[in-house]
């Protein structure tokens, strides 16, 4: 009888992750059932799941992951993946609050994710996503594609002044000195917080 597991995996939340994790687990013989941002779900014999278990973990902690072992650390990285494919995709585009988002997309009332994010994060909802989305600029000025304007309006900022004044709080500096300036500085999205 084969038996199927299912891990929550902290700190996933790019696409290449999953390659790299697919291939890796491929190559053991590990039979993966789904795999996307932050979970994964594979099936092993009953007699051999001690020994799947023990691979999957190793190539997870040999990639930089660790499997999230309480149900608020699963919601922390439901939280976390679901803001970041928000701002990985442009124009953000959530029609609504980003609390009912999260609510929607975690099955868990707005209030009860953001005092579970707080604690095991030690920082709100809103200004983890304000870090993610002053990422996002960074990228987008540097990619010298978009005007500030039009980077406010991808990135569902009310107006520029608006995202200008996030940006400065954030960078320490204005966003025409970080686009004159050159000596670009961006972090990776799951090393944000």
Not at 109 to 138: A, D, P, Q
Request: net charge neutral.
């Amino acid at each position: 009888m084969d038996s199927i597991r299912e891990y929550w995996i902290k700190n996933m939340v790019c696409r290449r992750c999953l390659k790299v994790i697919k291939q890796e687990l491929y190559d053991l013989g590990i039979t993966i059932l789904s795999l996307e941002l932050g979970k994964l779900t594979v099936k092993a014999p009953e007699i051999a799941i001690v020994e799947a278990d023990q691979k999957v973990v190793g190539v997870l902690h040999s990639n930089g992951f660790e499997i999230a072992k309480s149900e608020e650390e699963m919601i922390v990285e439901k939280i976390k993946i679901a803001l970041i494919s928000l701002v990985a995709d442009i124009p953000i585009n959530i029609r609504g609050k980003t609390s009912d988002y999260l609510a929607n997309i975690v099955h868990r009332e707005y209030k009860v994710l953001s005092k579970i994010f707080s604690k095991n994060e030690n920082i709100t909802i809103e200004k983890y996503f304000i870090k993610l989305k002053i990422e996002k600029v960074k990228e987008l000025i540097q990619l010298r594609q978009h005007t500030f304007s039009d980077i406010a309006y991808l990135l569902d900022y009310s107006s520029v002044n608006h995202l200008s004044r996030q940006f400065k709080e954030i960078m320490g500096m204005s966003m025409t000195d970080y686009k004159n300036d050159q000596a670009w500085e961006r972090n990776f999205f799951d090393e944000i917080i």
